[in-house]
């Protein structure tokens, strides 16, 4: 079953929010530097299935993905004997932007985003906005091969993007069938059946509504039965 739009899976959306504490909401990059000696003895000595935690420990605290700067050369001529100017460092290269905290509520991620500190003086709460499965699912796709490997994840295999549900294996009618009720000729579907029914059902819906241009508010809440 094609789904109208990602949705969580229940069982892994504890370890979705965990991995995007460790990237970057906007670019999708790792938020601690390969070039920490700190996160090189964790690539270096914890097997891969304890690395993800042990990146976290080190990643969420991190507000902001720190981006390169510029060095002046002053020291460095080229062979004209002129200066070479200014030269990008070869190092994280993050995009600068600031971090939300997740917290998770029932099958739900929210994101808090902490105001600048000039709004911090007038006195500004924090936004909270849900994050849908859509955009986590766009973040967890930017994260680089060389990233979910410092994260103990196999990108062949194991790619993060994947825990997020975009489409639904139906199990053959074997694994669900259909039983005799009161062992007369009325046949009953299997709860299983059923269930997938509603599914299909429900994904049918959001999209009708989404392709008729229905408010946003009326769509998440069939969204909603999907998700649930």
């Not at 909401?25 to 304890?50: A, E, T």
């Not at 004209?80 to 029932?106: D, I, L, M, V």
């Not at 099958?107 to 955009?135: C, H, T």
């Amino acid at each position: 079953i094609e789904l109208a739009r990602p949705v969580f899976h229940a069982g892994f959306i504890v370890k979705v929010k965990k991995i995007l504490e460790c990237v970057c909401y906007s670019c999708g990059k790792l938020k601690v530097d390969m070039r920490d000696p700190m996160v090189q003895n964790i690539v270096r000595r914890i097997k891969p299935q304890h690395r993800l935690k042990a990146v976290w420990d080190l990643a969420k605290a991190k507000n902001v993905c720190e981006a390169d700067s510029l060095e002046e050369n002053d020291a460095e001529q080229d062979e004209y004997g002129e200066n070479s100017g200014p030269k990008p460092k070869t190092g994280h290269g993050g995009c600068g932007h600031h971090q939300p905290a997740y917290r998770k509520e029932g099958l739900k991620l929210i994101a808090v985003f902490k105001p600048s500190k000039d709004k911090q003086e007038e006195g500004s709460e924090p936004e909270r906005r849900n994050i849908s499965a859509a955009e986590c699912h766009n973040i967890l796709k930017k994260i680089s091969d060389e990233d979910l490997l410092i994260m103990g994840l196999n990108a062949e295999y194991a790619r993060p993007d994947w825990m997020i549900l975009t489409v639904l294996p139906v199990p053959p009618a074997a694994v669900r069938p259909s039983i005799s009720v009161d062992g007369g000729a009325m046949r009953s579907e299997d709860d299983l059946t059923y269930k997938l029914g509603e599914i299909l059902k429900a994904s049918a819906q959001v999209r009708k509504l989404e392709a008729e241009g229905v408010p946003p508010s009326v769509v998440n809440e069939h969204f909603d039965l999907l998700q649930f």
